[in-house]
């Protein structure tokens, strides 16, 4: 027996998705933040904090007064280690965490601000608008081209972040202390739903604007929460716990589904044809 055949609306759906992803990453603009921003977050900056957080907080004898401002149930979780092995933990593990999330958001965010104002930008958006395919389907298209390469590139980024925080911060550990069980419910739960907001954002933004880089503006606002989180450990009224996390997780893809649903009522192709 022969496999059933895709349908026509499962094949429209897979051509939009293929096409958008292939013009995005083709584009200067959207190539350039899709490739350095993931290695300056995941490369650079733990690379850096492993090898000067240890100098830093021994040399200027400060690392006792930066744990007062801490949260108790962090500064409790890295008590059993010496100083620059707290310094360490407290960079990688658990402040630099929130920045993690910035990288879906931001390649999400990128690709998505490119799905509608890109399409008007190029002159292709006619033709998208009078393609056989139903509005749901179209909307699901558009989200599929950014969340999906979204994910992707986290799941890449979280491998990436742990090898250099192991490796780099080895003479100080002398263990592997990345992943935590806290960077694994991140990976699993937060950052996809975290993708979701940022593309979510995004393509109802671009769906109203006419140029990518103002799409792309209005769409990073979303890294606000991102850094009110760093800032929130940072003061000490919170820290990124395993709890914390799922919790943040449901946030976000609560937050994801309403987008959504903005965004199916949202877009429509008579106001998508008067904006041409």
């Known amino acids: 027996m022969q496999p059933a055949s895709p349908s026509p609306s499962g094949r429209a759906l897979r051509a939009i998705v ?23 977050v995941m490369v650079g900056l733990p690379l850096l904090l492993a090898l000067l957080a240890p100098r830093t907080a021994a040399g200027m004898g400060q690392l006792a007064d930066q744990l007062e401002t801490l949260s108790p149930d962090l500064v409790a979780r890295v008590s059993g280690l010496d100083p620059d092995q707290q310094a360490v ?12 999330l910035i990288v879906p958001l931001m390649v999400a965010s990128v690709l998505a601000a490119d799905s ?20 749901r389907d179209l909307m699901l298209a558009k989200m599929l081209s950014a ?9 890449i980024c979280f491998v990436v972040y742990c090898v250099t925080a192991n490796v780099a911060a080895w003479p100080t550990m002398g263990r592997v202390f990345m992943p935590t069980t806290m960077w694994l419910v991140l990976l ?5 739903a975290a993708a979701a907001v940022g593309l979510g954002t995004s393509v109802i933004v671009s769906s109203r604007v006419r140029t990518f880089q103002e799409a792309y503006q209005l769409g990073g606002v979303v890294v606000l929460p991102i850094v009110a989180l760093m800032i929130g450990q940072v003061t000490g009224l919170m820290y990124f716990s ?33 904006r041409l």
Not at 147 to 155: I, K, R
């Open 18 to 40: 293929r096409k958008d992803v292939t013009v995005a990453l083709s584009s200067k603009a959207v190539s350039v933040p899709f490739v350095m921003v993931p290695l300056i």
């Open 89 to 100: 933990v407290l960079g990688l593990v658990y402040l630099l965490a929130p920045l993690f």
């Open 116 to 135: 509608f104002a890109g399409e008007k930008e190029r002159g292709t958006l006619e033709a998208l608008v009078y393609s056989p395919i139903s509005d």
């Open 147 to 155: 969340w999906l390469p979204a994910v992707v590139v986290g799941c």
């Open 188 to 192: 699993v739960w937060v950052m996809p």
């Open 242 to 274: 395993a709890w914390l996390v799922v919790l943040l997780g449901l946030v976000l893809w609560l937050a994801a589904a309403a987008l959504l649903w903005l965004g199916a009522r949202s877009l429509r192709r008579t106001e998508l044809i008067a």
